[in-house]
Every structure is written in structure tokens, then in C-alpha cells.
């Protein structure tokens, strides 16, 4: 089994930087994909990156490119969420997820084997 515990969420103010950690208890077996997705309260949960574990891959959101970028430490086997320039439109709950077997890219919910608990991120105007 895989344990996805999620860390660094918080309250910054529009312009600002927040790093998130999601940090895994093991590496899924077949999965080489890991993804970040976003869920505001009355929205439905979107995508927002994803990076796999072999190369690094990522793949963004438009809404997020050039302000968020995803990384990962695989010793660590701990992905991040580096958020710049934020704009009270990312305030959220920020959920990584692993995806599922023979995944090299996790953009929907479908895709989604596990998720991690959340962390809410609050970017104040």
C-alpha cells in the first residue's frame, strides 16, 4: 500500500510563494506518475500538474504554467508543488495523488489510483 501525507499548505498573500510536499510511504508498483490537482469550495476538483518519478516529465495546467511547478526527490520519494506569483484564485485544497499502473501522466481524477489528504492554501487579496 501507499501512504500520500501532504504538508506546507498555509495562508500567503496574492504575489507571494508557497511550496507544498507530498511525501510518499512507498513508490506505487507500475505506476511512474504522479499528479497535483486543486478543489475550491463549490468547484470540482481540477488538475493541476504532473510529474513522473523516471525523467521528471511534467505536464501543467494552463491556469498554472509559468507560476506553479512540480518537482520530485525520488531518494525522498517525495514530490513538490513550487507556487509563485499566487493569486487568490488558487485559494484551495491541494490534493497529490499517485496514479495508476502504466500512467506516465496523471491529468484527471480517472487517472488517480491514490490521494493524498489535502492541504489548504489561502492567498489572501
Known amino acids: 500500500q501507499v501512504q500520500l501525507v501532504e504538508s506546507g499548505g498555509g495562508l500567503v498573500q496574492a504575489g507571494g510563494s508557497l511550496r507544498l510536499s507530498c511525501a510518499a510511504s512507498?513508490?506505487?508498483?507500475?505506476?511512474?506518475?504522479m499528479g497535483w490537482f486543486r478543489q475550491a469550495p463549490g468547484k470540482e476538483r481540477e488538475f493541476v500538474a504532473s510529474i513522473s518519478w523516471t525523467g521528471g516529465r511534467t505536464y501543467y495546467s494552463d491556469s498554472v504554467k509559468g507560476r506553479l511547478t512540480a518537482s520530485r526527490d525520488n531518494a525522498k520519494s517525495t514530490v513538490y508543488l513550487q507556487m509563485n506569483s499566487l493569486k487568490p484564485e488558487d485559494t484551495a485544497v491541494y490534493y497529490c495523488?499517485?496514479?495508476?499502473?502504466?500512467?506516465?501522466?496523471?491529468?484527471?481524477?480517472?487517472?488517480?489510483?491514490?490521494w493524498g489528504q489535502g492541504t489548504l492554501v489561502t492567498v489572501s487579496s
Open positions: 512507498r513508490r506505487t508498483l507500475g505506476s511512474d506518475a
Open positions: 495523488a499517485a496514479g495508476k499502473r502504466s500512467l506516465t501522466i496523471v491529468a484527471e481524477p480517472s487517472d488517480v489510483e491514490i
